[in-house]
Structure formats: structure tokens, C-alpha cells
């Protein structure tokens, strides 16, 4: 009876079409963005803004990047490490070699949209090929990105180390030089990129990947470029991704080294959009949580319980926790975290109301 839509009538196509069309949902979704910007900064912590809440975000943008690309359009993807890593690598030398260019925002963008450029010319093959051969292709990218970062020192300004580092950060003239800014700024991109993804696969270009994902060759039947879709998908999964890698860089690392942007890396998204829910734009925010969260959560958990486990240890639990909880999700809910919420608002429609 809390969430029953009786009495919400919907009298033009907007509120038929809304992102939210039950009133509980938008109450929901406002009060969260407006803690997310007004109560969190009151009360959180160093710790917790740069463990727990930047990392949340930086990995949902990338989550929602490879979503688009895997979970709408059905492009199997194991580069986004790598995407990540040209986007800060392209962020790192705009803002180090055009003084003029030092804003974050320009920053940012300049990253995202070379990431975008890069992600297109990987995604050429993914007109002949698809399934485990397109996953193989996006694969050579992260490798090469990964030798490119290790081998042009140009691209580290000739550092010895191979380690970068960035100081002095603003945005629109705002110093952006403390966890509390860095979050709001980061939240802030994280809202825009997530409205503008949600509404794009709503949107006409969101049918034509669905299409494509669901079966190319009636898509191509009906009207639906392959090429068109195909790429459009991987240069806006791209540059999303893009977009992350920049902020993890810049907001999140500060100094980094070519190792940040591995294949770990991209296993790691991937294992976010499987546990969140692919096709999903929630299931991405689910997943991210769960893969940032569930790392702090073993490891205090020992403590807890009073009982004492070396790093390595806590480290091996750890992966087999996350090897289990994708075989689960796969055996037991194959759409994620999101279907369950999905099945909590049917039950809470009917509560508590047997039918």
C-alpha cells in the first residue's frame, strides 16, 4: 500500500514517457540526490570520501559506460582498463602542456572524448565480428594501451619511474584540492552523465542498440545501421569510460603509474555490470557498491569476529568471494542486483494485499 499506484493518472505523453513515472520513484531518486549533495558532506569523513564514496562514483560512470556497450547494444568488451588509461594519459598531457587548458572540466572532456575516438577505432572490428572474437579484439586494445604507457615516454613527460602526478586541480576557477570538493564535483558529473545515459537508452538510438544486442540481422532487416549502432555504442560507452578514467587519475589517485589502468581494471567492471544487472543504468550503481564495498567489508570482518587473518589471506577470500557471487547471480538471478529491486517495488505494489 506504500508504493501503490492508484490514483496517479497520467494525462499526456510526458508523464506517460517520464524516466520516473511513479511519484514514489521521483520521491525517492530527489531525496537521494539532494542527501548525496547536502547531507553527506555534513557528517562523512576523509575515509569515507576517498574509500568509499569517490570510488563508488568514478566506477559507476565506467560501469554505466560498459553497460551501454555490453548489457544494451550486446558488444562484448574486455578494454576498459584501457580506455580508462588513454583518457588520463590524454587528460594528464593536455593539463601538463596547454596551461590554458588547466580547467578540470575542460580536462575531463578532452579525455572523455579522446577515449571516445579510441574506443571507435576499436570498435571497426565489431562490424565483422562478435561474441568471444569481439571480446579478443578489445582485449588487444587494453594490450596495447598497456605497452604504449610502459614504452612512449613521452606520454609520462619522459619520468623515470613511469609514475605521473597532477596538483593544483580547478574548476570554473574553484579549487578543487580537498576530499569534500572533490566528491561534489564528481557526484555533479555522475548525475549529468546518468540522466544523459538513461535518456539515451530510452531514446530512438537506445532502440537501434537493444536491436542490434537482440538479433542484428532483423534490426538490419528493419531499417537499423549495424554500423551506426555499433559504433555510436562504443564511442558513448567510450568516452563514459573515458570520463572515469580521468576523474580515478586526477580525483581519486592524484599519482598513477600505467599498472593502475590494467586488465584488473577491466575485469572489475565487468564484474560490476554482471553482479549490478546488464541493461541496466541502476545496476551499474549496484554493482559498483557491491565491488567497493564488499572488499572493506571482508576485510574488517575478521576483526569483528575477533579472529586474526594475514593480507594475503583476507586477499584470497576475497576473489573467491567474487567468483562465487558471479556463478550465483548467473545461476539465480542472471539480470543482477537491479531484477531484485525490480521484484521488491512488484511486492511492495501489492502489500499487503495477497494479489
Wanted: glycine content about 8%; charged content about 10%.
Amino acid at each position: 500500500m506504500l508504493y501503490r499506484e492508484g490514483g496517479q493518472f497520467k494525462t499526456s505523453y510526458g508523464d506517460d514517457q517520464a524516466i520516473f513515472p511513479i511519484a514514489q520513484d521521483r520521491w525517492i531518486m530527489t531525496a537521494l540526490v539532494l542527501a548525496a549533495f547536502l547531507a553527506i558532506p555534513c557528517f562523512a569523513t576523509q575515509y569515507v570520501y576517498t574509500e568509499v564514496l569517490i570510488p563508488v562514483l568514478i566506477l559507476s560512470i565506467a560501469a554505466i559506460g560498459l553497460n551501454i556497450l555490453t548489457g544494451y547494444c550486446g558488444q562484448v568488451s574486455l578494454g576498459t582498463g584501457g580506455f580508462m588509461a588513454v583518457a588520463a594519459y590524454a587528460s594528464y598531457n593536455i593539463w601538463l602542456r596547454v596551461p590554458l587548458f588547466n580547467d578540470l572540466i575542460i580536462v575531463v572532456l578532452f579525455g572523455g572524448v579522446m577515449a571516445a575516438i579510441f574506443g571507435m577505432l576499436f570498435g571497426l572490428p565489431s562490424l565483422r565480428i562478435k561474441g568471444f572474437y569481439l571480446a579478443v579484439a578489445t582485449l588487444a586494445a587494453q594490450f596495447f594501451v598497456d605497452w604504449a604507457t610502459a614504452r612512449i615516454k613521452w606520454l609520462t613527460n619522459y619520468a623515470p619511474s613511469g609514475s605521473v602526478n597532477v596538483a593544483n586541480l580547478k574548476a570554473l576557477g574553484i579549487p578543487i584540492n580537498t576530499p569534500e570538493t572533490r566528491y561534489l564535483f564528481i557526484l555533479a558529473v555522475t548525475v549529468v552523465l546518468a540522466l544523459a545515459a538513461k535518456n539515451l537508452v530510452r531514446g530512438r538510438i537506445g532502440r537501434q542498440w537493444t536491436a542490434i544486442r537482440d538479433m542484428d540481422i532483423a534490426a538490419e532487416i528493419m531499417g537499423v545501421r549495424p554500423v551506426n549502432a555499433k559504433l555510436s555504442a562504443f564511442a558513448v560507452s567510450s568516452f563514459c569510460i573515458g570520463v572515469s578514467g580521468s576523474l580515478f587519475a586526477f580525483l581519486r589517485l592524484g599519482a598513477w603509474e600505467p599498472q593502475a589502468f590494467s586488465i584488473d581494471r577491466s575485469f572489475q567492471v565487468l564484474f560490476m555490470i554482471i553482479i549490478g544487472g546488464l541493461g541496466s543504468i541502476l545496476g551499474s550503481f549496484l554493482g559498483a557498491i557491491f565491488i567497493v564495498l564488499m572488499p572493506i567489508f571482508l576485510n574488517q570482518l575478521p576483526t569483528w569476529l575477533g579472529i586474526h587473518l594475514s593480507t594475503a589471506t583476507i586477499a584470497h577470500i576475497e576473489a573467491m568471494v567474487f567468483g562465487s557471487m558471479i556463478v550465483l547471480v548467473l545461476l539465480l538471478e542472471p539480470n543482477g542486483l537491479a531484477r531484485l529491486w525490480q521484484i521488491i517495488k512488484e511486492k511492495l505494489r501489492l502489500w499487503p494485499l495477497p494479489y
